[in-house]
C-alpha cells in the first residue's frame, strides 16, 4: 500500500474545466473517456508537480480556461506525506498582462526546486517517444530534469549557467569590452564544475545500481557524453573551448561535448541507438529506462514517485501493460493511464481503478 502519494486533485479555470474534482485510492488509476474530455489535461494537471510548464510544455496563457481569463486558474494538489495530509496550490494568474505560476505549500509560497525534495514525476505518451527521439533539446531536458531529482541542487546550477551564457551572448553584441567576457567567465567556472560534479555522481551511482539490479524488463545500455573524460579534464577542456568562443567574439559556439547543459546521455539496445530502433522497441526502451531511473531514486530518497502514461495502449500489449503496473506496484509508485472508452482492462489488470471522465 502506498504511504506517501497523491490523494486528490482540484481544478478551477483549467483547460475545458471550469471546476473539477478528482479523488484517489490507493490503486492505480485509468483516466478513461472519449476523445476531447480532458483525460490529457488531468495529466498534465499533475505534472505540474515538477518544475517547468507541464507535459505539454505548452504557453501559460493556453492553460486558463479561455472564458475566464481574468480570473486566472488554479490546480489544488492533495497529497499524504510522512503521515500528514498536505495540499499544494498552483496559481496562474494575469498581472498587468503577463501570465504568473506561483507554487504554495499549506499556503506558504515556494520555489519550484522545493517540488523535487518531495516528488519525482516521469511521463510517457506516442507524443514524448517521438520528441525524445527525434529531438535533441527535448531530450537534454528530459535527461536533465533526471539528473535534478537525483540532486535538486542541479536545477539551480542549470538555471544559473544559463542565465550566465545568454549574457555573455548579449555582450558579443554589445560591446569590445573583454573585461565584462573575463567576469561572467570567472562566474561560470565554478557553476559548471559543481554541475558536473553532480553529473558524475550520478553516472557512477546509477552505473553501480545497474550492475545490482539488472533489468528484467527490456535491456537497454546507457552512453553518457562524458564518460572517456575526467571531470578536470573535461572542465580543462572547458576553458579552452571558452577562450576559442572569447577569441572569435561569439562567432565559434561552446563545443556541445564540453557545453556542461547538453551533457548527458545517449539510450541503446543491443548497440543499436534509440532512433533506430522499431516503434515498439523504442517505446519499451524509454519506458523500461524510466522505471529503472524511478527505481535507482526511489531507493536513494523515499520521495513521492508518480508515472503519467497517456494513451500509449495501441501496440503495447496487455503482458507489458500488466508488467509496468506490477513494477509499480512493487517499487510504491503511484501511476496515472488514460485511454478511450474502446479499451478495457478493468477485469484483466488488478489493482486498477477507472475512473470514467465525462
Known sequence: MLTSKLTGIKLFNYRNFKQKNLFFSEKHSL???????????????????????????DLL??????????EGASINLFFHDEGVDQNLKIIFQSIELKLYKNYFLNDKKISQQELMKIFQLFWFSELDKVYFIKDKQYQRNSCNRIMCYFDSELFKLLNHYAKLRREKKKIFFSTQDRSWL??????????????MNIKYDFMNQFNLFILEYPNSFFIYQLNYDFNNLAIDDFLTKFKLEMNKENESKGEVPLNSLYDPAKSVF????????????????SKLL?????????????LRKNKITIFLIDEIFDNFDMINLQ???????????QSFFSSTDNFTIKDEIKDIEVIDII
Open 31 to 57: 483516466l478513461k473517456g472519449k476523445n476531447a474530455v480532458g483525460k490529457t489535461s488531468i495529466l498534465e494537471a499533475i505534472s505540474f508537480l515538477s518544475p517547468g510548464n507541464g507535459f505539454k510544455k
Open 61 to 70: 496563457e493556453n492553460i486558463i480556461n479561455h472564458n475566464s481569463i481574468k
Open 182 to 195: 573575463e567576469s561572467i567567465d570567472k562566474q561560470l567556472f565554478p557553476i559548471v564544475k559543481s554541475i
Open 266 to 281: 545517449s539510450l541503446f539496445h543491443e548497440n543499436i541507438p534509440l532512433n533506430q530502433l522499431s516503434s515498439a522497441q
Open 286 to 298: 524509454i519506458l523500461s529506462f524510466f522505471l529503472d531511473i524511478a527505481t535507482f531514486l526511489k
Open 323 to 333: 508488467k509496468v503496473i506490477e513494477h509499480c506496484a512493487k517499487n510504491n509508485f
